[in-house]
Nanobody, 118 residues
Framework: QVQLVESGGGLVQTGGSLRLSCAAS????????MAWYRQAPGQQREYVAQIGSGGSPDFADSVKGRFTISRDNAKNTVYLQMNSLKPEDTAVYYC????????????WGQGTQVTVSS
């Protein structure tokens, strides 16, 4: 089992920045990929970004060029730097872990609210 705790959400104006953090604990060696998803009110949860154990990042088209993802393996923490935020980025952001031998997230954090005001 892997436990995930997100932090860093909040209220920001359009064009502003926030950095989310997600600290993992538990079965750390089982972690292959760490990812971020988000869910806006009334919408399905959607993929935002992920980073593999080797550090290769991937982003959804909607956030490319604005968001960056990084991973500190020594701290078992993944970060999501969000710049040039837009009102449509407003959502609950969830950290997720894809274990080795898996192709989809198996562990989730509790979520952190990001609100972008216009």
């Amino acid at each position: 089992q892997v436990q995930l705790v997100e932090s860093g959400g909040g209220l920001v104006q359009t064009g502003g920045s926030l950095r989310l953090s997600c600290a993992a604990s538990g079965s750390i060696l089982s972690i292959k990929t760490m990812a971020w998803y988000r869910q806006a009110p009334g919408q399905q949860r959607e993929y935002v970004a992920q980073i593999g154990s080797g550090g290769s990042p991937d982003f959804a088209d909607s956030v490319k060029g604005r968001f960056t993802i990084s991973r500190d393996n020594a701290k078992n923490t993944v970060y999501l730097q969000m710049n040039s935020l837009k009102p449509e980025d407003t959502a609950v952001y969830y950290c997720a872990v894809i274990p080795w031998l898996s192709t989809s997230p198996k562990f989730w954090g509790q979520g952190t609210q990001v609100t972008v005001s216009s």
